[in-house]
């Protein structure tokens, strides 16, 4: 049995036992509207109830957000998770087992579910070895000023000092010294990896641990500060996003999240009451974690360093952030310390109110970069002009652009012109955008949605409007019964006519900023016969704007 056709089964059985109410019902609080059920949006400050479930569809949506789809989507977007953890997820609650559905090599997935088991067992070892051990204890409470709510929800342990302790637990429980050794617990003398250390696990989205993060307890200059687990089957550095699983639920109410430098200085933020910090491997952000941000906010707030390294991650992240329409801004006010952790320990409230006081990323970097080269020699001028340029040519949005095209074009006292024609050499191609996104799914908008709604239910006759393509039928039904179904005739053709104009002047709009883009690729390639014929297009459209 194919993947393709053996997991759609999986997920009509998954429906078929689940309702779709009770699953939503275990976030928000539903109540009987008819043969649907009401509740207020988790995502938006509606007043009155605006989200839509119906159970015969078996779908969801929410009028204020202007989301929807069925339980899978749903769980996706409260947990910021990929649809396969979705599945994985609901498959539990459901009873179903997907290996019997899955083309996957069944012994590979055997084989993870007993790297899962190897780690959990782990994780509640250390455990157990930290409260039998009064002078760590005395480390993580007084010297790491920890109390007991943080050490349980964070999960951390201790790995003693002995060589084999873990190896020979492990192994007494049934488990082979291959699947110890995937698990990543093993050095390459076959002992235990970790000894001697606190020990903090790592954990996927849903909770499950996937390895560990360990610091030394006594100084020894011939072993790191920090030791990690490896690269497993399990564990994948680019995609993991430390603390993550205990603060999606703030990220959620919030609609924000702090990436902090460290794994501590995560577990410090959550003590102080700031739950949206997470971390990412060294600071080093990757498209992985901007997709896993984008499912949950488009507001990511960096609490870097302002040293080198610092800048460094800043000016990756933002080439990358405009893709998914993420507002990326710099927490850089701690109140006189040099970090967020020093500020911490000085005054949690302090803190609190650091991570409030933010500014744009790109405005924090062009600040840095003035204080980097010399404006008053003309190598430093230069260099300020072409860093400047690389990083603003990056954002997507065009208001944005120019706004941040006038800043530096005034700094250095130029025109506007003069800096739009500066020439820079990008290590890199840039990626196209033609359509808005936001994480790996095209947005379609609310306007979109509804007419689409009109035409599919009403039914208005409309030569001018094919619907996009992606829309579901059954949520368009959903949106039809709650918006438009007591109207007359008269009245569903006088909204359809009113929303036709705005979605025609949305893709117009849409159709101008890809234009601008392809005229900009092609000035950059100095392709000058192609930027005139862009240029005219350009004009027929401004035209049909107004």
């Known amino acids: 049995m194919g993947y393709n056709r053996g997991m759609e089964d999986a997920k009509e059985e998954i429906r078929a036992r689940l309702a ?130 943080t050490v349980e929800k964070f999960r951390i342990g201790y790995a003693p000092k002995s060589g084999r302790a873990l190896v020979d637990f492990l192994t007494k429980r049934g488990f082979t010294k291959k699947e110890i050794e995937d698990a990543g617990l093993v050095n390459r003398f076959g002992g235990d990896l970790f000894k001697g250390r606190m020990t903090v696990p790592l954990m996927d989205v849903s909770g499950r641990v996937i390895g560990f993060t360990a610091r030394i307890i006594e100084k020894d200059e011939n072993s790191p500060k920090y030791l990690n687990t490896p690269e497993t089957l399990l564990y994948n550095k680019g995609r993991h996003i430390f ?105 949690p409230a302090l803190w609190q109110k650091a991570t409030q006081s933010y500014r744009p990323a790109l405005e924090w970097l062009l600040e840095k970069y003035e204080g980097q080269y010399n404006l008053r020699t003309e190598k430093g001028f230069a260099e300020y002009a072409a860093a400047a340029k690389t990083l603003i040519d990056d954002v997507e949005d065009a208001v ?12 250095l006292g130029i025109s506007l012109e003069a800096f739009r024609a500066k020439k820079v050499v990008k290590a890199e191609k840039k990626m196209k955008k033609n359509v808005a996104v936001k994480g790996d799914k095209a947005e379609i908008s609310r306007a979109e949605k ?24 059954d949520e368009l039904a959903l949106i039809f019964d709650e918006l438009y179904a007591k109207l007359d005739k008269a009245g569903r053709e006088r909204e359809a006519k009113n929303l036709l104009k705005k979605v025609m002047r949305e893709r117009l709009e849409a159709e101008r900023a890809a234009l601008a883009e392809a005229i900009r690729v092609a000035e950059e390639a100095e392709d000058d016969e192609k930027v005139d014929e862009l240029l005219r297009e350009m004009q027929k459209l401004d035209k049909k704007l107004g």
């Open 243 to 347: 603390g993550l699983s205990q603060a999606k639920d703030a990220i959620r109410r919030s609609e924000f999240v702090v990436v902090v430098e460290g794994n501590m200085d995560v577990i410090s933020s959550h003590q102080a009451g700031v739950c949206e910090a997470v971390a990412t491997a060294g600071t080093a952000m990757t498209e992985m974690h901007l997709k896993s941000f984008a499912r949950m906010t488009n507001d990511i707030r960096l609490a870097y360093d302002g040293d080198e390294a610092g800048v460094r991650a800043a000016e990756r992240a933002i080439s990358m952030a405009s893709k998914f329409g993420i507002y990326l801004s710099v927490i850089d006010d701690y109140h006189g310390c040099k970090d967020a952790d020093e500020l911490i320990q000085k005054d």
């Open 400 to 411: 944005l652009r120019e706004k941040y095209e006038r800043i530096v074009s005034d700094r």
């Open 20 to 149: 779709v109410e009770d699953v939503i019902g275990q976030y928000i609080e539903l109540k009987r509207a008819g043969r649907n059920f009401k509740g207020h949006s988790p995502w938006g400050t509606d007043k009155t109830p605006s989200f839509m479930v119906s159970p015969e569809k078996g779908i969801w949506h929410d009028f204020s957000s202007n989301k929807g789809g069925d339980i899978f989507t749903f769980v996706m977007e409260m947990e910021g998770i990929t649809f396969r953890e979705a599945l994985e997820k609901l498959a539990q609650q459901a009873g179903v087992e997907l290996k019997r559905y899955s083309g996957d090599d069944k012994k590979m997935a055997e084989h993870k579910a007993r790297l899962y088991e190897a780690l959990e067992l782990a994780t509640k070892y250390f455990q157990f070895c930290l409260t039998k051990n009064k002078a760590v204890m005395n480390y993580v409470f007084y010297k790491r000023n920890l109390n007991k709510n």
């Open 450 to 473: 509804n007419l689409a709604a009109l035409v599919k239910n009403g039914p208005v006759a409309l030569d001018d409007f094919e619907p996009a393509a992606g829309l579901d039928d």
